[in-house]
């Protein structure tokens, strides 16, 4: 009898036991939420009431807070972390990794008494000191060169995390190098919030409004990912270290009868969704909406809208609560963007508007648009953005798994246009004309052909899933972000080619008014200039169609199909414009981000090419000469019983072995070659170029190798978790 390898015991041993879920907490939201977050409620209770004015005005005004209160608010702040279980404190931030790092202090201090103290100044909660060294700098930083600086960020709430027995006080910061420059993605995005902020109270003004003092992004980021067994993920090496597989033959079911996307949630999955949001809920992260996803084993969680930074670093924490808590349960989360070929991939919907400090939502268009002109002209920035800025967004979406996923019908092209509904582009085209857009905005009802209820009111846009950045009423939804990256880089981006696209239409506009003009008279005159030049970007069919991306070039839109390809553009001057104009990067910063982004996209993908060669020797090799070697035993077996009919089968199915067997031992081969060449290259373009160009083909065509094995040979001795395995478990 043959020996069960793992694979097959774990899955006997699933189908066997439900296991036991751990008890979480099942308090009412109102009493979670908020709890482990140094929150302005804490701070007005635990603050002299002048520091906690001054600290709001930072929080609201940017206003610097000084090294006093900085004293007076570290101690509250330590205070309420040690009373709540801490002994320890971080500065959290977001270095040029895609992730978050972090380097523990205890508050523990010792005296000359022998004794200890707990102690934490504003000194250290103003400024830390991490190795710069070792992590990304495109440059800015040598090996040699270990100097690095973390700066609070008084905008986002220090909050606690548990971990065994014991808590950690958490401080959000920015990173910087010992001669000041970014190292982070925080910087950039803060820096992309006060431009933006700049320009659309310049817009404000010039139409009169004087109340407001503040403009920020706010971001409401959807976040896909998967669930599967984790000890049958603990048998995959490809899904722990790559995050995906790179071989696994499609399961004989997949989405194609569209049975999961909104199904009923497995009691597991629920009870796993319950907990991650208690967890967030108490880190004040305003998670809504739970669901199952299109692919089997994919689900979805969205948030509430929050101000861009803030949602940023809420997201970070949604990806690390979703593993954490995943683990605890006996699954595995999976964030990459395509975990699995031939089903939907996972990315994150970064709903995207602008609000002034008084909470009005400045892509609202209100009742009347036409007669909007503020909307007008930030729809019209919009709209320019996305057309003269696209390659800027492009590149805030870059990397090498979200180019699995970008531009197959399951995710926007590459290709970056703007859906607004035919309704609201007749409304923009009767707007350029100088007419009002009344025959076009009509919202109305439908009836659902049923006595008992009432018509149901037909908001003025339908929804687009094929557009890569399409309007859903009162914000843009930019759907190319994968689920695995920040979302930072995406926002910073979009900020910065808003507040270009702002400049430009304010400076226009003010040149108008100049001569007496009032400000609706001057839009009058300016936007449709805008319009006209921009509406090339607007496009409210089927993303999808092979055809669009012939009429996309005929309108000279941008094609950018992969990484490399955009990566290449980083120095174009449209690109530098976006990010130098208003000071997001400096030049040095900007173009170490493009090694960077460059270096991590080789790293990433030679990764997956030893994966790849390692499993194919050590795991697929073995198994499919064995059974190359059973199946012409047999072959010659059944010739000598003379019987001809199956000894053909047989050596039908040794034939087949034989083919696929050597095919993969030369592959494997070629694939040793080719990446010894790629390592053989220093310039960054050029060896993500080799990759892209020779090393992924090849290892596709390796993957299918692999992927006929897996169907041939006995499925007992398959040593890999099958497709079905994993997602249907």
């Known amino acids: 009898m043959t020996k069960s390898i793992p694979r097959v015991s774990v899955k006997a041993f699933i189908a066997q036991t439900n ?11 109102a009493e979670l939420f908020g709890r482990d977050i140094f929150s302005l409620n804490v701070m007005r209770q635990r603050l002299p009431k002048s520091v906690y004015e001054r600290l709001l005005a930072t929080t609201e005004s940017d206003v610097p807070i000084s090294p006093a209160d900085a004293d007076v608010i570290a101690s509250a702040m330590k205070d309420w972390a040690i009373e709540r279980g801490a002994t320890h404190f971080t500065h959290w931030f977001q270095p040029l990794t895609g992730l978050t790092a972090e380097k523990h202090d205890a508050f523990l201090t010792p005296t000359p008494q022998g004794d200890i103290i707990n102690e934490f100044s504003g000194k250290l909660l103003i400024k830390g000191e991490p190795d710069a060294s070792s992590f990304p700098s495109g440059g800015i930083r040598s090996t040699f060169e270990a100097r690095g600086y973390t700066a609070w960020d008084p905008t986002s709430p220090a909050f606690l995390l548990k971990s065994g027995a014991g808590r950690t006080l958490y401080v959000p910061s920015i990173f910087l190098s010992h001669t000041g420059e970014a190292l982070d993605a925080k910087t950039p995005l803060l820096r992309s919030q006060e431009a933006v902020s700049r320009q659309a109270i310049r817009v404000l003004r010039f139409f009169g409004d004087t109340a407001p003092t503040r403009v920020r992004a706010m971001v409401g ?7 599967v067994d984790r000890r049958l993920y603990s048998l995959r090496p490809d899904l722990i270290m790559a995050g995906r597989t790179v071989f696994g033959a499609p399961a004989a079911k997949g989405q194609e009868l569209e049975d999961h996307y909104f199904g009923a949630i497995k009691p597991r999955c629920l009870a796993f969704m319950h907990e991650a949001e208690n967890r967030l809920w108490a880190l004040g992260i305003p998670a809504r909406t739970r669901h199952n996803e299109v692919a089997p084993a994919q689900f979805e969680l969205a948030p509430l809208y929050e101000q861009v930074n803030i949602a940023v670093d809420h997201n970070m924490l949604v990806l690390k609560i979703l593993r954490d808590t995943a683990a605890e349960f006996g699954l595995a989360c999976l964030l990459h963007e395509k975990p699995f070929a031939g089903v939907n991939g996972s990315g994150k ?3 995207w508007s602008l609000s002034d400090d008084l909470g009005n939502n400045l892509v609202e268009p209100g009742p009347e648009p036409w007669a909007n002109g503020r909307f007008m002209v930030f729809l019209a920035a919009v709209l320019r953005a996305v057309h003269i800025y696209s390659i800027p967004l492009r590149i805030g979406v870059t990397g090498a798994g979200n180019d699995f996923r970008l531009g197959a019908n399951e995710a926007p092209p590459a290709i970056l246009s703007v859906f607004l509904g035919e309704q609201l582009t007749d409304v923009v085209k009767a707007y350029c004309e100088g007419r009002d857009g009344a025959d076009a905005w009509r ?10 209820m009432a018509p149901l009111a037909r908001d003025i846009t339908d929804r687009n899933r094929t557009s890569p950045f399409a309007f859903t009423g009162n914000k843009f939804e930019f759907r190319a972000v994968g689920s695995s990256q920040s979302i930072a880089p995406a926002n910073i981006a979009l900020n910065a080619a808003v507040a270009c696209a ?15 003009k009032d400000p609706s008279q001057a839009a009058r005159e300016v936007l449709p200039k805008f319009f ?5 970007v607007v496009f409210n069919d089927n993303n999808y169609d092979p055809a669009w991306e012939i009429e996309a070039e005929r309108r000279g839109l941008w094609n950018l199909k992969d990484s490399v390809e955009a990566l290449a553009h980083f120095t174009d001057p449209e690109v530098k414009d976006v990010y130098l104009r208003h000071g997001v990067l400096t030049e040095r910063e900007l173009t170490a981000r493009q090694d960077i982004l460059l270096e991590n996209y080789i790293k990433v993908c030679l990764v997956e090419c030893r994966l790849v060669r390692s499993l194919g020797r050590s795991a697929i090799l073995p198994v499919a000469f064995d059974s190359l070697k059973k199946a012409s035993d047999l072959v010659v077996s059944l010739k000598n019983s003379g019987v001809a009919g199956a000894a053909d089968a047989a050596s039908g199915l040794a034939s087949e072995l034989a083919r696929l067997s050597g095919a993969l031992y030369a592959d494997l081969g070629e694939l040793d070659s080719q990446e010894a060449k790629v390592e053989g290259i220093h310039e960054p373009l050029a060896a993500a170029k080799a990759v892209r160009d020779a090393l992924l083909p090849l290892m596709l065509r390796i993957r299918s190798h692999v992927d006929a094995v897996e169907l041939l040979v006995d499925d007992n001795r398959w040593p890999l978790p099958k497709y079905w395995e994993l997602l249907w478990q």
């Open 443 to 452: 919202s109305g009802s439908m009836a659902p052909g049923v006595s008992a």
């Open 502 to 516: 702002l400049d430009d239409i304010s400076a226009e506009l003010e040149r108008a008014a100049s001569g007496g």
């Open 221 to 227: 980021p959807e976040q896909e990912y998967f669930l």
């Open 19 to 29: 296991g036991t879920l751990p008890e979480g907490e099942n308090l009412p939201p």
């Open 532 to 536: 006209e030049k921009h509406l090339p």
């Open 349 to 351: 919907h970064n709903n």
